[in-house]
Nanobody, 126 residues
């Protein structure tokens, strides 16, 4: 059974950092495309960052370039989202997503992914 569990969210001041984790089970993170999306209050879910199965290809939303980084810890079957220079507009529920059928792409759309986590809240406020 495929499962994704996010953790690491919380309250942080503007300019601060957080690292989100997505622990996967039921499949191998190192063989799958993985992505992070977010949903702010009153808005739709939007793409943040993705990495393809090989790790060669990554995509980032323009709004987070230079601040957010995606990586994988294959030994722990976990995907990480390092968020630096956080801004109030980064406040949202962050979701981890997985596409377990191997593809070369690092998808940027919700339809690309097969499985989703339950989300973790990130609040950026002074």
């Amino acid at each position: 059974q495929v499962r994704l569990v996010e953790s690491g969210g919380g309250l942080v001041q503007p300019g601060g950092s957080l690292r989100l984790s997505c622990e996967a089970s039921g499949f191998t993170v190192g063989s799958s495309a993985m992505g992070w999306f977010r949903q702010a209050p009153g808005k739709g879910r939007e793409f943040v960052v993705a990495i393809n199965w090989s790790g060669i290809t990554t995509n980032l939303a323009e709004s987070v370039k230079g601040r957010f980084t995606i990586s994988r810890d294959n030994a722990k079957n976990t995907v990480l989202l390092q968020m630096n220079g956080l801004k109030p507009e980064d406040t949202a529920v962050y979701y981890c997503a997985a596409r377990v059928i191997r593809t070369v792409a690092a998808g940027t759309t919700e339809a690309f992914y097969d499985y989703w986590g339950q989300g973790t809240q990130v609040t950026v406020s002074s």
